[in-house]
């Protein structure tokens, strides 16, 4: 009876032991590790407030229409998969068909589904992403989406359900949404794309340690229009169905001709102010003429112009060490194993000048542009530098037969 005893307490803490194991393997896996203290911290509060949110909705409205609900997750997986990325300081934001999915969402179904219904749909739509569009990112970075945009939904539903008067009663009875409660409908998701927006540069600003205020107004720069958008699209939806459900058949290529439109916008504003920002990067490298002045501005430049996290430029020495000089040097980490740095090299006539590194606070990388532009400036850098020492041997040379002249005259 002790042997048996013994064998089965033995199993048990084998069996936990190797649980534990697990559990600490995928929390390595998830890439939450690597976030500063203060990120995760964020993280995982913002996870505990988003379960306790979605239960809640779900207690107080519980899921009596499987199938409507299924449609509710599958339209927010749909306006999550057609996004657009803006990049702001270094730090990838996506901007998506989410306000008019939770305009759509809350007018179908009952409120309390929509935290839960709004937190699976991004997460499903983040891993499709992932499996079929290559796009990589850490886990814990797609639960902290889901985890927002549900808590984002929370405050947001619970408005429709004080304000709102209409409902929807199926698609075979259709009833038409009253201006009054479009009018509210369209200020919850106002209010649930502002929640969202302030959570997401709040997460931002602890990871990565840029200025919540700099990260929040270009964010609500960068995508006030598609949220316009957003809002005009779910209120067009819900208005077709209070009609006739059939017309949403004509609504994909105004769809797609919007996110076109926004796509091509985006990507102009985003060229013009790459573009400024270069110009200004070379003109801030002609104002030195000392080789350590100019790596210097050369550093800065690169920190504004690829938004990176720390700038390091090495330059070569013919007789002694390599000398360093360094503009930003936030906290660098890793992803999954990976450090998120790009080197280029620094050349004259296929001479080495030194080297260019950028390093980034996340795993976000450079894009095809950024590289051609950073293969560039690099190059501008370098004929900077081997001009200023050529400069300082020529200044050198001519200060010493000076001073062999007033010696030997």
């Known amino acids: 009876m002790d042997s048996l005893t013994h064998h089965a307490t033995h199993a048990a803490r084998a069996g936990a032991r190797r649980v534990r194991d697990l559990l600490h393997r995928s929390y390595v896996a998830s890439g939450a590790p690597e976030l500063p203290i203060r990120a995760r911290t964020f993280v995982g509060a913002l996870v505990a407030v988003a379960l306790a949110v979605a ?133 919850a998701a106002l209010g649930y794309s502002l929640l ?28 006030w229009l598609m949220t316009l958008g957003n809002l005009v ?32 916008r985006l990507l102009d504003l985003q060229e013009r102010q790459g573009w400024n920002r270069y110009a200004d990067a070379i ?10 002045g100019i790596a210097n501005a050369g550093a800065r430049g690169a920190l504004s112009l690829f938004r990176a996290s720390e700038v390091v430029v090495e330059l070569l020495t013919a007789d002694g060490p390599t000398l360093r000089h360094t503009a930003g040097g936030g906290p660098l980490r890793r992803n999954a194993g990976v450090m998120a740095s790009v080197s280029r090299p620094l050349e004259v006539a296929g001479g080495p000048v030194g080297t260019l590194t950028l390093h980034f606070a996340g795993a976000v990388g450079l894009r095809s542009r950024d590289r051609a532009a950073l293969a560039a400036y690099a190059d501008a850098l370098g004929v900077a530098l081997h001009d200023a020492a050529t400069h300082a ?15 030997d005259p």
């Open 393 to 407: 041997a020529l200044r050198h040379a001519t200060e010493r037969a000076d001073d062999e002249a007033v010696r």
């Open 233 to 264: 699209v779910g209120l067009v939806v819900i208005g077709l169905l209070g009609v006739d459900w059939r017309w949403l058949i004509a609504l994909p290529p105004v769809f797609w001709l919007l996110q076109q439109t926004y796509t091509h």
């Open 55 to 187: 239960i809640g909705g779900l207690f107080i409205s519980p899921i009596d229409d499987w199938q409507l609900f299924g449609i509710v997750v599958g339209l927010v997986v749909a306006s999550h998969l057609g996004r657009l990325r803006v990049r702001i300081s270094g730090t990838n934001f996506n901007a998506a068909w989410g306000d008019a999915a939770f305009i759509v969402a809350v007018w179908l179904a009952p409120d309390g589904w929509l935290p839960a219904a709004m937190g699976l749909g991004v997460l499903l739509a983040n891993l499709v992403l992932q499996a079929f569009a290559e796009e990589w990112r850490p886990f814990v970075d797609t639960v902290r989406r889901s985890a927002s945009l549900a808590v984002a939904a929370g405050p947001a539903a619970v408005l429709t359900g004080l304000l709102v008067v209409g409902e929807f009663q199926g698609f075979a009875d259709p009833v038409r949404v009253s201006p009054e409660d479009g009018a509210w409908l369209a200020a």
């Open 283 to 292: 003109r801030a490298l002609r104002r030195h003429s000392d080789t350590a």
């Open 196 to 223: 969202s927006v302030v959570v997401t540069c709040v997460y931002t600003s602890l990871r990565d340690g840029h200025a919540f205020g700099v990260l929040l107004r270009r964010a609500l720069a960068s995508i």
